[in-house]
């Protein structure tokens, strides 16, 4: 008798705790920032397509592995993490900012390099695929002066250097 009853205690809780879960609302996926923190903790940068569509938008990927694949003289020659060419970088701090269209958003990373004070602000362009994931569309870096008496740098963006239109599709693939 015991058994049953224990039996039909727990099918109640199950059956209570379904119902709860039901009618939960959906957890959040954190948004776009963990694309962005996995992509600086990735190890070594790959050209290949299918591994950066990962952290990128189809047409990025594509085009960071053709300019890979491209004539040497016309490849990026950097890390686009750290806008330099070694990836290390020192005190990283990361802004998660919306724009004013659903399904958009943009990271900011903030970061110096070992030994150079000023650093590096990146803001990645995110956009979020119908199947609710986020990629990267686009990065754009300014270089952060020590001085704040130095006149402003210009920024430079990484979809014109691969020869992509400098402002994403609408549609995020």
């Known amino acids: 008798m015991r058994m049953k009853f224990l039996g039909a205690a727990m099918c109640a809780v199950v059956t209570v705790a379904a119902c709860t879960q039901a009618a939960a ?78 399904g958009h958003a943009e990271i900011g990373t903030r970061f110096t390099y070992p030994g150079i004070g000023g650093g590096m602000n990146l803001t990645w362009d995110m956009c979020r695929r119908a199947d609710g994931q986020w990629r990267i569309a686009n990065v754009t870096a300014i270089a952060v002066s020590d001085d704040p008496a130095a006149a402003a740098v210009e920024e430079a963006s990484l979809r014109p250097m691969l020869g992509l239109d400098p402002i994403p599709p609408e549609t995020c693939v």
């Open 25 to 102: 609302p959906a957890a959040d996926d954190m948004g776009p920032m963990p694309v962005v923190a996995a992509l600086y903790d990735s190890g070594p940068l790959s050209s290949d397509a299918e591994y950066l569509s990962v952290w990128f938008t189809e047409e990025m990927a594509n085009a960071i592995a053709a300019n890979a694949a491209g004539p040497e003289a016309e490849r990026l020659d950097f890390d686009y993490r750290s806008w330099a060419n070694d990836s290390e970088v020192d005190d990283i701090r990361y802004a998660v900012g919306q724009h004013a269209e659903p």
